[in-house]
């Protein structure tokens, strides 16, 4: 990269000529707009990122150790921690788990298909899909799967007519295992996304070296391919855990609020659907949320690290 | 978090597309291929089925017969209109907001302050981190009631929610233009700051600034989290809340919401693509 920008003397000075000619100013103003002129320039940005993201993070921390008047107490934490509210962040760990592992082998598995695939027409059609499905979980997602599973759906009339009944076996989709099943619909493509780039940094060179010492396909991926891969399939499946954990909508529209998730329950608490004298639990379990992300993130950085180590 | 999906298209994209499938693994096609073609043909099924049932679930009155009756009448339900008229507000302002706010200090980042680059990179990842349901309750719970009781509160958080997509889009765009030196010849020929902004700058970045309108026009028009909370019926929370009247048209306006944003979205994963083909060619022949 060309040395960019080393020049932070402003908008004037960068003309040419113009240096020796310029009237000499005091180093003091010069300090001053040196660093005046930057500060003033990123002043809105800054400002507004601490009232649009610091204010409410900090107020989410702080109000989930207030009472309702305002005073410190660790009864919402325990509240968080205990009873229906617990079981609720439990079945979102399991969910982005699930959500997260499962889809992440699939991600990778389909990811490897296409990428060793001959075909580029291939390629760049599920390229451009995954680039697009990674980001539609939400409310149209939700119901477009109503659309083919729920009780009328089209594919559940056709099990149907081949004489299967899903939901007489509990297969339904607002439930704990209908939710993951939808959440996969954009956890696969983000995995894709994730993964394809270190797929293509496993050289053909490594795998020609370990065949030319005998190695068999076995070999090969148990002592070269999975362990370099390792890192970056860890690093992937992280996001697809905070994206999962993370989610609202899907399982908000498509179970209607009945379901036992953090959010779920911080949606319903905020929404005033509860006894009065709690309504700071839900700033609780968004602590509770937070710490887990914040786990999840630093857990990514450093298996990012780790990943960078053979994959550029 | 669908977010980092759309950052993970610049990255990986032109990865996925870039180098041809190398020559030297011919040997092993047959077994490969059947392989490969299980995993296309269920992947397929398990991605098409859903659009297709859609669709078809769409264009059906309740006697299961091809119908546009549910598309026809969506537009005359009770609140559609209202709940429309508000997203397509809503989306106005936040595209507005986003680029008077996030343009200038893009552009200033990457000309004066190249060290504050990764500052501002981590920052426009935070929206990432912090799920929506968090940010929406901490501001519910944190500002003065006169702000709460304004839609425009929510387009104030889909500035921030945007943040992502926006920064990621103009800095991509950026970095594929050589900014100092555009910069410099501008200056050096008179131009004004302003001048240099409107007639140089903005131009090269045409591409960068569409595509991250587009993909704040897709959220704005796809949030449900904030907007459901705030208790303002936008179209996400519209077609949650109609959902009992009528299943044909509620599916109807799913989608259209989808295949809005599935033609939207395409377009900026092509923008994109021509863009870094054009930057890769740059420094290809330098």
Redesign the interface.
């Known amino acids: 990269m060309?040395e960019?920008?080393t020049?932070?003397t402003g908008?004037g000075t960068?003309?040419?000529g113009s240096v020796t000619t310029a009237p000499r100013r005091s180093p003091v103003l010069r300090r001053l707009k040196r660093v005046g002129v930057?500060t003033l320039?990123?002043t809105?940005?800054f400002v507004?990122?601490i009232l649009?993201?610091g204010?409410?993070?900090?107020?989410?921390v702080n109000?989930a150790f207030r009472t309702s008047t305002g005073k410190f107490t660790l009864a919402n934490m325990r509240a968080a921690t205990t009873g229906v509210y617990r079981v609720g962040f439990e079945n979102s760990i399991k969910m982005a788990l699930i959500t997260s592992i499962i889809p992440g082998v699939?991600g990778v598995?389909?990811a490897y298909?296409?990428?060793?695939?001959?075909s580029?027409v291939?390629?760049?059609l599920?390229?451009?899909?995954?680039?697009?499905?990674?980001?539609?979980?939400?409310?149209?997602?939700?119901?477009?799967?109503?659309?083919?599973?729920?009780s009328?759906?089209?594919?559940t009339l056709w099990l149907h007519a081949i004489g299967i009944n899903p939901y007489s076996h509990g297969l339904r989709l607002p439930t704990f295992y209908g939710v993951s099943f939808v959440y996969?619909?954009?956890q696969?493509?983000?995995m894709v996304?994730?993964i394809?780039?270190a797929l293509?940094g496993l050289r053909?060179s490594w795998r020609?070296a370990a065949q030319n010492m005998g190695a068999s396909?076995w070999r090969y991926w148990r002592h070269v391919g999975v362990p370099v891969l390792l890192p970056s399939i860890l690093g992937g499946m992280l996001?697809l855990f905070?994206?999962s954990?993370?989610?609202?909508?899907t399982a908000?529209?498509l179970t209607g609020g009945i379901i036992a998730l953090a959010?779920i329950q911080?949606?319903d608490l905020?929404?005033g659907n509860v006894i009065s004298g709690q309504q700071n639990l839900?700033?609780a379990i968004?602590f509770g949320?937070?710490l887990v992300?914040?786990v999840t993130?630093i857990l990514y950085g450093l298996v990012r690290r780790r990943a960078s180590k053979w994959l550029r | 978090?669908?977010?980092?999906?759309?950052m993970?298209?610049e990255?990986?994209?032109d990865?996925?597309?870039?180098?041809?499938?190398?020559p030297?693994?011919g040997r092993?096609r047959p077994r490969?291929r059947t392989?490969?073609l299980v995993?296309?043909l269920i992947?397929g099924a398990?991605?098409l089925?859903?659009?297709?049932?859609?669709l078809?679930?769409?264009l059906q009155n309740d006697a299961n017969h091809f119908s546009f009756f549910a598309v026809k009448a969506l537009p005359t339900e009770p609140g559609f209109g209202a709940a429309f008229w508000l997203s397509i507000r809503l989306s106005f302002v936040t595209v507005v907001l986003s680029m008077i706010?996030?343009v200038?200090?893009t552009i200033?980042?990457?000309?004066?302050?190249?060290k504050?680059r990764r500052v501002?990179e981590f920052?426009t990842i935070?929206?990432i981190?912090?799920?929506?349901?968090?940010?929406?309750?901490?501001?519910?719970?944190?500002?003065p009631l006169w702000l709460k009781s304004s839609p425009y509160l929510l387009s104030?958080?889909y500035?921030?929610l945007a943040m992502p997509f926006v920064y990621r889009s103009l800095d991509a765009g950026l970095s594929a233009i050589?900014?100092?030196t555009l910069?410099?010849a501008s200056?050096?020929l008179g131009g004004s700051?302003f001048a240099t902004m409107r007639r140089v700058i903005l131009p090269n970045l045409r591409a960068a600034l569409l595509s991250a309108m587009v993909l704040t026009l897709?959220l704005v028009l796809?949030?449900?989290?904030m907007a459901?909370?705030d208790l303002w019926e936008t179209i996400?929370v519209w077609?949650?809340n109609f959902?009992q009247s009528d299943?044909h048209v509620?599916?109807a306006?799913?989608?259209l919401?989808?295949i809005g944003?599935?033609v939207l979205?395409?377009l900026i994963?092509?923008l994109d693509r021509s863009q870094s083909r054009r930057s890769l060619r740059k420094t290809g022949g330098v």
């Open positions: 060309p960019q920008a020049d932070v908008p960068s003309v040419p930057p320039a990123m809105p940005f507004y990122v649009g993201l204010i409410p993070a900090i107020a989410v109000l699939l598995i389909l298909a296409i990428q060793t695939g001959r580029g291939m390629r760049r599920v390229a451009t899909a995954s680039g697009v499905l990674a980001n539609f979980g939400g409310v149209n997602l939700t119901f477009m799967f109503i659309a083919a599973y729920g009328q759906g089209i594919i996969m619909y954009f696969i493509p983000l996304l994730v394809t780039p293509l053909q020609e396909s996001l905070g994206s954990f993370a989610a609202y909508a908000e529209a959010p911080i949606g905020v929404n839900g700033y968004g949320m937070l992300l914040a993130m | 978090m669908a977010a980092i999906g759309a993970g298209t990255m990986a994209l990865q996925i597309l870039g180098p041809e499938a190398s030297s693994r092993r490969f392989w490969r995993v296309m992947a398990y991605f089925a859903p659009i297709y049932a859609g078809k679930f769409a706010l996030m200038p200090t200033y980042v990457h000309l004066r302050l190249p504050v501002v920052i935070l929206p981190v912090i799920p929506p349901i968090i940010l929406i309750t901490g501001v519910l719970g944190s500002y104030l958080m500035v921030i050589d900014l100092k910069v410099e200056r050096s700051m897709a796809g949030e449900f989290t459901s909370l996400p077609i949650v959902q299943g509620t599916v306006a799913s989608m919401g989808l944003s599935w979205l395409t994963v092509s």
